[in-house]
T-cell receptor
């Protein structure tokens, strides 16, 4: 069974600080997606990475896929209160085109 | 272009009852996936429908069943409800015209409480 472990589970920091969230597995994934979910809403896709070592930037968010495609990280620079939310990673298994394997999420709170 | 919609928003049932949740996919999408998200957890894949047929299933018992209609909307049915079925049920639509992971667009979910 493929699993994705996210860390930390919970993070509360001051506005302006930097942070990194990790998504790790012992399994190889064909792709890795990062989502953000707000209370009462469904997850919203932020980025998809598919190539080992790939780095993608979305404004102050930087996403990296590990060289071996087993792990990923999300780095936020100068966090703002609007970044508050649940950040989820989801991996596409190499043997499936339809099922995503999800992490349990990192609950991020940015205090003004 | 309308997004993914789900109904109802909230639902309260008692143990042993049956429930039907509904999902309208985004315009142009032919694939619908259903997920269960327990409080404080990531979503768990229930099943996926592609062109009205079940295309894959996660580790859920047969009392979880579904349908997809010709207009690609979908239903999730759960029989003999148990307390552990209390969760947010998410529907995601995507467009499957080629191999590989499709971008899934999620609805707001239905919050089911089983008493």
């Amino acid at each position: 069974t493929q699993l994705l472990e996210q860390s930390p589970q919970f993070l509360s920091i001051q506005e302006g600080e930097n942070l990194t969230v990790y998504c790790n597995s012992s399994s190889v994934f064909s792709s890795l997606q990062w989502y953000r979910q707000e209370p009462g809403e469904g997850p919203v896709l932020l980025v998809t990475v598919v190539t080992g070592g790939e780095v993608k930037k979305l404004k102050r968010l930087t996403f990296q896929f590990g060289d071996a495609r087993k792990d990923s990280s999300l780095h936020i620079t100068a966090a703002q209160p609007g970044d508050t939310g649940l950040y989820l990673c989801a991996g596409g298994p190499t043997d499936s085109n339809y099922q995503l394997i999800w992490g349990a999420g990192t609950k991020l709170i940015i205090k003004p | 272009e309308t997004g993914v919609t789900q109904s109802p928003t909230h639902l309260i049932k008692t143990r042993g009852q049956q429930v039907t949740l509904r999902c309208s996919s985004q315009s142009g999408h032919n694939t619908v996936s259903w997920y269960q998200q327990a409080l404080g957890q990531g979503p768990q894949f229930i099943f996926q429908y592609y062109r009205e047929e079940e295309n894959g299933r996660g580790n859920f018992p047969p009392r979880f069943s579904g349908l997809q209609f010709p207009n690609y909307s979908s239903e999730l049915n759960v029989n003999a409800l148990e307390l552990d079925d209390s969760a947010l049920y998410l529907c995601a639509s995507s467009s499957r015209y080629s191999r590989g992971q499709d971008t899934q667009y999620f609805g707001p979910g239905t919050r089911l409480t089983v008493l």
